[in-house]
């Protein structure tokens, strides 16, 4: 359990057994995975997609990015 989320279950189940931050990864192809930043003039970035995932039902509890303070690519 993290120090973060001390009292977190999961929606769908009800467990406790939650881990915080997993990052999203791709296995075909170099790169992140989220949501695109423009970074200066020219520069694109891209933020990494983390996930919190219930380890006991393999529940999604959320998406969400570290850093949400960009100007974001619409």
């Given at each position: 359990?993290?120090?973060?989320?001390?009292?977190?279950?999961?929606?769908?189940?009800?467990?406790?057994?939650?881990?915080?931050?997993?990052?999203?990864?791709?296995?075909?192809?170099?790169?992140?995975i989220?949501?695109?930043?423009?970074?200066?003039?020219?520069?694109?970035?891209?933020?990494?997609?983390?996930i919190?995932?219930?380890?006991?039902?393999?529940?999604?509890?959320?998406?969400?990015?570290?850093?949400?303070?960009?100007?974001?690519?619409?």
């Amino acid at each position: 359990m993290s120090e973060n989320h001390p009292a977190a279950t999961c929606s769908r189940c009800g467990s406790t057994n939650l881990a915080f931050g997993i990052r999203l990864a791709m296995t075909a192809e170099i790169g992140d995975i989220g949501p695109q930043f423009k970074d200066g003039l020219l520069l694109v970035g891209t933020e990494p997609l983390l996930i919190d995932l219930c380890t006991a039902c393999g529940h999604v509890e959320r998406f969400y990015v570290k850093n949400p303070n960009h100007r974001w690519l619409t």
